[in-house]
């Protein structure tokens, strides 16, 4: 099977298309990345910062993309927030028995997408559901 590229098109309103990213090294992030530096595009990496925030650091860092996509808005910026919501994969997690998913996927999403989104729901960001295909075909 041949793999064809496509070539991204942008409205004509979209003058600088910028991905604010969360960097972390593997995931939805660092795919997001890839495809958006292949493509041509900006990154704005906004890395966790775990040595001074510790267990937190996650959701200190989506409070500030959230803040940075905010004043993106607030200087005439479009901004669409997309969650990649997949599953948590602590293995030790205390809420593994919390069912947050459809009744044939057992499980709960991962905690920062969840966070990062709910941050980006309340700020008046436009968001959009991103789920991997192994649990879209479940529901």
Request: hydrophobic share 40%; net charge neutral.
């Amino acid at each position: 099977m041949q793999h064809q590229q496509k070539q991204l098109h942008w409205p004509e309103t979209v003058t600088r298309p910028l991905l604010v990213s969360g960097h972390c090294p593997d995931g939805a992030d660092a795919m997001a990345e890839r495809l958006w530096r292949g493509a041509g595009f900006e990154v704005r990496e906004m890395a966790a910062d775990w040595g001074t925030h510790g267990l937190k650091a996650g959701f200190v860092r989506n409070a500030q993309m959230v803040e940075f996509a905010v004043s993106l808005c607030q200087q005439g910026s479009r901004v669409l927030c997309a969650a990649f919501l997949d599953l948590c994969r602590k293995w030790d997690c205390r809420m593994s028995q919390r069912q947050q998913l459809a009744p044939r996927v057992t499980g709960h999403f991962s905690h920062g997408a969840v966070d990062c989104r709910a941050e980006a729901l309340s700020a008046g960001i436009e968001t959009v559901d991103v789920f991997p295909s192994r649990l879209a075909l479940a529901t």
